[in-house]
């Protein structure tokens, strides 16, 4: 296979993940580099009536997949608050964390470094499970 786009490996990662967990999924197919969507939400599903060699095809994971949930969070704080880790990690106990999480860096100034923190590790992670599973890049 010639290689594929990281750009669409990432897009196809967003996608996956932007979902709860196993409602949404995207698979690569290694021989010709097309990417296939499904969604239960928006009833999505780019393989429905098509024949596919299983074989060939590699699904995308979701962010949970490839450690990049609360953990990611709670590395983020050790380095950039170290004085909120409690605070942080009490957040994370109850419904709506992620929400009170961005109202907490905004408040902290840290929302932009966040945002580059996360998008850095995130395609640190993307690039090294392509890697894992033999996805050769063209970028």
């Known amino acids: 296979m010639a290689g594929v786009s990281f750009?669409?490996?990432?897009?196809?990662?967003?996608?996956?993940?932007?979902?709860?967990?196993?409602?949404?999924?995207?698979?690569l197919n290694v021989e010709t580099g097309e990417?296939?969507?499904?969604s239960e939400m928006t009833?999505?599903?780019?393989?429905?009536?098509?024949?596919?060699?299983?074989?060939?095809?590699?699904?995308?994971?979701?962010?949970?997949?490839?450690?990049?949930?609360?953990?990611?969070v709670y590395e983020f704080v050790d380095v950039n608050r170290p004085d909120a880790r409690h605070q942080?990690?009490?957040m994370f106990t109850r419904r709506g964390a992620y929400g009170r999480f961005k109202e907490f860096l905004?408040?902290?100034?840290?929302?932009e470094t966040w945002y580059?923190?996360?998008?850095?590790?995130?395609q640190?992670?993307?690039?090294?499970?392509c890697e894992e599973n033999g996805v050769p890049l063209s970028d």
């Open 88 to 90: 942080v990690r009490d």
């Open 43 to 72: 009833g999505i599903d780019e393989l429905d009536g098509k024949k596919m060699n299983w074989d060939q095809m590699i699904e995308i994971p979701h962010k949970n997949d490839l450690d990049l949930g609360q953990s990611l």
């Open 124 to 129: 640190q992670a993307l690039r090294h499970w």
């Open 116 to 122: 580059r923190f996360e998008n850095e590790r995130e």
């Open 106 to 111: 905004a408040s902290n100034d840290l929302l």
């Open 7 to 27: 750009d669409d490996v990432e897009n196809a990662f967003h996608f996956v993940s932007a979902a709860p967990y196993g409602t949404s999924a995207a698979y």
């Open 35 to 38: 990417i296939f969507y499904q």
